[in-house]
């Protein structure tokens, strides 16, 4: 019996393969610029070859001082289309789909030089910079950068779009009451704090008619901070919107330390998704085939998303396979015969 997990998944007119994501991750290796280089080719086309069924990029940054970190591949400007097309070229020639993941730092904001910009002056941390509270026009001048990071992510060929409003970055900033104390529209209520995530999903399906999911943090982790519960009514938003899948990560918001094992982040992923009846991404510790397999077989996810263990084995999947019991279809270099094959 074929594992749920190596089982086909399709939205709208795109069909991955198998459940198997790889989760987006910084990886910081390139420059000033922004543009893909030649470690991003091997990192990621080498996870396709490994038989992931979606390939995420890194957080690809809307704008050249909204970096995460030091070397954030970018999608600020047209510059960038080549470089992401011909990664995306390569992902495809193996197999996977290739997402993009869009989004900006917002207070956390690493560029040096740049004062920080968030929904309020509140900082992070005693550590950190205090953000410059955003005007409206400053507010629209963002989602249009959105807007264009989607038209730009189409002109690439991805397949799927994921607007980032987790981990502590500015969207998130605006959902969470902890980072956002605004008295105008954009904050106060569930509904104003949501207010700027809705006119980004709006401006980015202007552009952008494939897949979308968005990423979020299902709790702050903090007293007077977002909740599961919460995430539930900002998932009925997003639903009501058209989003596809919401890929359910945590934290970020606030300096905690977070008690995590395997498979914590997975009840939030399967209470939006039963509650909602959205479709729904489970991250978070996730190192075995068996744990995704029950993930999936016991609905509480659509798809697995794979961060460490896919940067410690770009071949997971093909772990994930022996491990179930499944047979998979593997490059023909890597079989027995494939050498002769490649003679012939």
Not at 196 to 225: C, H, M, N, Q
Request: charged share 25%; aromatic share 8%; proline share 5%.
């Amino acid at each position: 019996m074929m594992a749920k997990l190596f089982t086909p998944y399709t939205i709208k007119d795109v069909t991955f393969k198998n459940r198997i994501v790889m989760s987006p991750m910084c990886m910081h290796s390139s420059d000033e610029s922004g543009e893909v280089k030649n470690f991003h080719l091997t990192h990621y086309t080498a996870r396709a070859l490994g038989q992931a069924g979606l390939i995420f990029t890194e957080t690809l940054v809307i704008d050249a001082d909204g970096l995460i970190g030091p070397g954030d591949l970018g999608i600020w400007d047209d510059f960038h289309i080549k470089g992401l097309k011909n990664l995306v070229d390569q992902i495809h020639e193996f197999g996977a789909k290739a997402g993009a993941q869009i989004g900006h730092a917002g207070r956390l904001t690493k560029k040096e030089g740049v004062t920080p910009i968030g929904p309020s002056p509140i900082p992070f941390s005693k550590d950190t910079l205090t953000p410059i509270e955003m005007t409206k026009e400053d507010i629209q001048h963002m989602i249009l950068n959105f807007k264009e990071a989607a038209r730009r992510a189409k002109e690439a060929d991805f397949d799927v779009l994921e607007v980032h409003t987790a981990h502590g970055y500015l969207l998130n900033e605006f959902l969470s009451p902890l980072s956002n104390q605004r008295t105008d529209e954009y904050g106060g209520t569930l509904e104003n704090r949501y207010r700027i995530v809705k006119e980004v999903i709006e401006a980015v399906k202007t552009e952008w008619d494939g897949p979308l999911f968005v990423r979020i943090s299902s709790t702050d982790y903090a007293e007077g901070g977002n909740t599961p519960e919460t995430f539930v009514e900002y998932a009925k938003m997003m639903k009501e919107q058209g989003v596809d899948l919401v890929d359910c990560s945590s934290g970020g918001i606030a300096p905690v330390k977070v008690d995590s094992y395997p498979n914590y982040q997975v009840p939030a992923a399967e209470k939006i998704r039963k509650k909602v009846q959205i479709a729904t991404g489970a991250v978070g510790l996730i190192k075995t085939g068996r744990q995704a397999e029950e993930i999936l077989r016991n609905d509480r996810a659509d798809l697995v998303f794979i961060g460490r263990e896919i940067l410690k084995n770009p071949f997971w999947a093909r772990s994930a396979a022996e491990e179930l019991g499944t047979d998979i279809e593997v490059p023909v270099q890597y079989t027995r015969y494939g050498s002769q094959w490649l003679k012939s």
